[in-house]
Antibody
Framework: EVQLVESGGALVNPGGSLRLSCAAS????????MTWVRQAPGKGLEWVGR??????????DYAAPVKGRFTISRDDAQDTLYLQMNSLKTEDTAIYYC???????????????WGQGTLVTVSS | DIQMTQSPSSLSASLGDRVTITCRAS??????LNWYQQKPGKAPDLLIF???SLQGGVPSRFSGSGSGTDFTLTISSLQPEDFASYYC??????????FGQGTKLEI
């Protein structure tokens, strides 16, 4: 079964930068479409962005609140997904989850494997 | 972007109750609607995809329905392990794949 382990969460000042990592247990990571989802303390889930596999075209999409500040990338040789976060704001404080996504029944896109999350706190 | 409006935001119920959570999309999403369950301190788990198809291992007391803009998640007889938060998510066409605001189901 797929295991995802996020790391890199920390306390950072507003305006600062941070890079999160998500290490996958499966060598077929290169075929995976991956998503970042965040959850502010006591709040709901927020979709952050998605990266397709290189074989799937490699396209990257972002949610409006993070576009231009966050960058999703992947290192298929290291089976690792990244989230580079720049110009951090207090409202970026959240647990950040990575997910491994699939198409079910050939048509329905789901996030069916989730990491345990890593906490990012943006505060002075 | 497609907005998802979920209601209620919280719900109190008792063991054995039948409960329904609703989710409305700001435009038609066909049946590209997922439901997730999240317990405190844990990552979400996929419950239902394609609006009505149960993920493997999910008890049959859970069911989903709807198409277009209006969707429901029903739990037919609440069990202790069902008290959690529930989120809908649309995955229609291209991202962003937005979530509803969530429903906290409490005893």
């Amino acid at each position: 079964e797929v295991q995802l382990v996020e790391s890199g969460g920390a306390l950072v000042n507003p305006g600062g930068s941070l890079r999160l990592s998500c290490a996958a247990s499966e060598s077929i990571f290169s075929h995976a479409w991956m998503t970042w989802v965040r959850q502010a303390p006591g709040k709901g889930l927020e979709w952050v962005g998605r990266i397709k596999s290189k074989g799937g075209g490699g396209a990257i999409d972002y949610a409006a609140p993070v576009k231009g500040r966050f960058t999703i990338s992947r290192d298929d040789a290291q089976d690792t997904l990244y989230l580079q976060m720049n110009s951090l704001k207090t409202e970026d404080t959240a647990i950040y989850y990575c997910t491994w996504d699939h198409f079910y029944s050939g048509a329905y896109y789901v996030s069916d494997y989730w990491g345990q999350g890593t906490l990012v706190t943006v505060s002075s | 972007d497609i907005q998802m409006t979920q209601s209620p935001s919280s719900l109190s119920a008792s063991l054995g109750d039948r409960v329904t959570i609703t989710c409305r999309a700001s435009q038609s999403i066909s049946n590209h609607l997922n439901w997730y369950q999240q317990k405190p301190g844990k990552a979400p788990d996929l419950l239902i995809f394609g609006a009505s198809s149960l993920q493997g291992g999910v008890p049959s007391r859970f069911s989903g329905s709807g198409s277009g803009t209006d969707f429901t998640l029903t739990i037919s007889s609440l069990q202790p392990e069902d008290f959690a938060s529930y989120y809908c998510q649309q995955t229609y066409s291209t991202p962003p794949y937005t979530f509803g605001q969530g429903t906290k189901l409490e005893i």
